[in-house]
């Protein structure tokens, strides 16, 4: 195992610190949770919006803590769900008493934490609500999940409901749209390597050199199928296709571009999946509105991609559009 | 190899067409040259920046096109410089009769193109300045180099001189700052892998599975050193100690801190990386101004990472506070 870390027991403490030091103007630490907050939460009047899960997704959740975006997020060990007191902790940490949205990835130990985090403060009169993201078309049920599962397309729901709860929206206003973001968002991913949690001290899983999974989740949770490898373009194509026939996106439509690195994947790959997206979309008379390249949602240094399309109305487009100041996405 | 690629020889230019399909609101290719610029180029009145290099390193350098930072970009084969003939296309494409800074990284055929194109656009009026970016205290002469090599500090002078641009500085002005930020701006790196530049299809170094090499280049040329495996405390204790010894970087100066990841590693491992910098720093009394973490000079899928220092004065951090929104940068 070649990792950059101290004691594997410690990357998630050690993560925040550092977190913490490089972003005090964005960032502080609840207490001794493991849970971030924006450095000036409660904000007041405003609707609080929280996220977390198992860390190794990062910059998901708490690089995307700012103006715009998430007030809070909770970071599990590495792939495993925080426990429910991380996200109460986040919870009461952002309720300025105008209630709070949970948005978390369809992961069965994420539901059942966050629930029961979501009773706990509800029993202190804070109003909550939870939005499910379940946006990954690949498999209907996988290893921790029944349905399916949540992946990088809940960036897009952390930037249009933080963008609607700065406007100072209600909290059935943003919990609302977060909702509308994903029930029009679809994304699929692929593996070509495995990763390691510091844990386990080994690979999550097994490719053959000349093999990659499509459909791999994030956790390296099996997928469609495991094929020889291909070009960019035909593994590109294949992906936009199933996501284009699931919502399905059509001719006329816009949307907006998420493709995503799972970690190891140079941004010269990235760019090079990127223009047979726009290829596959023009051909499709889907216009693209905004386009997002980078690692945004990962699995430690996996090597891989998923691609995200949000199919955009006037109002998601408008949400979109906000600017967001966080320490990894920042929109003018 | 695995890579989502399709031909190793079209991953410039597949790349370069991935990123004006996904930000055609930033940047627009020049003709037929492998150069990207700003979409409004030239600006009106204002000092064109270009820089370039080998490709390889995304985002550098074309990801920080746009307002604050650079007018243009030159993208060589992997790890190989651009031509005269693309470094001389950029130029003239982003000059307004301003002239043009070329911000350039201290290696050897950088050295040799840029100059000679430069002489090109000056045959044609076109007014050229030339700063050598030379910030890794690794080493005094490496593979490619005669003197110190160019890496992620070049970032930094991206971004101090593009906000001395913007606000409408002389050529003469805007070259002199990227020089002062040269002069104060140090970085050293390390590698637990190596990369494989596509059209080799094979590891440009070999690392055993229990070490790392102290020191690396972005292309894998050696360092100081090849040791065993240690913590990241220790790495980069290492590294940092070794860069404020250089400047010096003393008790009382405000610096500039930039963790840098060379393409594999996990954002977690740079957190941790950067709690030990500021750590090590703040046992020294050195003030740290602002952080940045992430991927700003990669090496392909290379895992390791660089620390860089910049020693602000009130110009340089001024200049390094003053907006930018480029694809891959972006600060309010």
Same mark, same amino acid.
């Given at each position: 195992?070649?990792?950059?870390?101290?004691?594997?027991?410690?990357?998630?403490?050690?993560?925040?610190? #550092?977190?913490?030091?490089?972003?005090?103007?964005?960032?502080?630490?609840?207490?001794?949770? %493991?849970?971030?907050?924006?450095?000036?939460?409660?904000?007041?009047?405003?609707?609080?919006?929280?996220?977390?899960?198992?860390? #190794?997704?990062?910059?998901?959740?708490a690089g995307f803590i700012g103006k715009g975006m998430l007030d809070g997020a909770c970071a599990g060990n590495v792939f495993s769900s925080p426990t429910p007191d991380h996200f109460y902790a986040a919870a009461k940490a952002v309720d300025s008493g105008a209630g709070v949205l949970m948005v978390i990835k %369809?992961?069965?130990?994420?539901?059942?934490?966050?629930?029961?985090?979501?009773?706990?403060?509800?029993?202190?009169?804070?109003?909550?609500?939870?939005?499910?993201?379940?946006?990954?078309?690949?498999?209907?049920? *996988?290893?921790?999940?029944?349905?399916?599962?949540?992946?990088? #397309?809940?960036?897009?729901?952390?930037?249009?409901?933080?963008?609607?709860?700065?406007?100072?929206? *209600?909290?059935?206003?943003?919990?609302?749209?977060?909702?509308?973001?994903?029930?029009?968002?679809?994304?699929?991913?692929?593996?070509?390597?495995?990763?390691?949690?510091?844990?386990? #001290?080994?690979?999550?899983?097994?490719?053959?050199?000349?093999?990659?999974?499509?459909?791999?989740?994030?956790?390296?949770?099996?997928?469609? %199928?495991?094929?020889?490898?291909?070009?960019?373009?035909?593994?590109?194509?294949?992906?936009?296709?199933?996501?284009?026939?699931?919502?399905?996106?059509?001719?006329?439509?816009?949307?907006?571009?998420?493709?995503?690195?799972?970690?190891?994947?140079?941004?010269?790959?990235?760019?090079?999946?990127?223009?047979?997206?726009?290829?596959?979309?023009?051909?499709?008379?889907?216009?693209?509105?905004?386009?997002?390249?980078?690692?945004?949602?990962? *699995?430690?240094?996996?090597?891989?991609?998923?691609?995200?399309?949000?199919?955009?109305?006037?109002?998601?487009?408008?949400?979109?559009?906000?600017?967001?100041?966080?320490?990894?996405?920042?929109?003018?």
């Amino acid at each position: 195992m070649k990792k950059l870390i101290n004691k594997p027991e410690a990357v998630v403490t050690e993560m925040l610190a #550092g977190m913490v030091a490089a972003h005090p103007e964005y960032l502080r630490k609840v207490d001794e949770y %493991n849970c971030l907050v924006r450095v000036d939460a409660p904000v007041a009047g405003k609707v609080g919006i929280i996220s977390g899960g198992g860390s #190794g997704h990062e910059p998901a959740h708490a690089g995307f803590i700012g103006k715009g975006m998430l007030d809070g997020a909770c970071a599990g060990n590495v792939f495993s769900s925080p426990t429910p007191d991380h996200f109460y902790a986040a919870a009461k940490a952002v309720d300025s008493g105008a209630g709070v949205l949970m948005v978390i990835k %369809n992961y069965s130990g994420d539901l059942m934490n966050s629930e029961m985090a979501a009773e706990m403060a509800e029993a202190e009169d804070v109003k909550v609500t939870r939005v499910i993201v379940n946006d990954d078309v690949a498999v209907e049920n *996988s290893t921790w999940t029944t349905g399916r599962r949540g992946i990088a #397309g809940t960036v897009f729901v952390h930037k249009v409901a933080g963008a609607k709860a700065a406007q100072g929206a *209600s909290l059935e206003e943003v919990t609302a749209v977060a909702e509308k973001t994903n029930a029009n968002v679809r994304s699929m991913g692929m593996a070509l390597t495995p990763c390691i949690v510091p844990v386990a #001290g080994k690979a999550n899983f097994s490719l053959g050199d000349n093999e990659m999974e499509i459909g791999m989740g994030i956790h390296g949770e099996p997928g469609i %199928n495991r094929t020889c490898l291909d070009t960019a373009d035909n593994v590109t194509a294949l992906l936009t296709e199933k996501i284009v026939a699931d919502l399905p996106y059509q001719a006329g439509d816009e949307v907006a571009v998420l493709v995503n690195g799972l970690g190891a994947t140079p941004l010269m790959e990235l760019y090079i999946v990127n223009r047979k997206v726009s290829e596959v979309l023009a051909a499709k008379g889907i216009k693209v509105h905004k386009t997002y390249v980078g690692e945004y949602m990962t *699995s430690l240094e996996m090597a891989g991609c998923s691609v995200t399309l949000l199919k955009l109305d006037a109002e998601l487009k408008e949400l979109l559009d906000e600017p967001a100041d966080t320490p990894a996405f920042k929109q003018f």
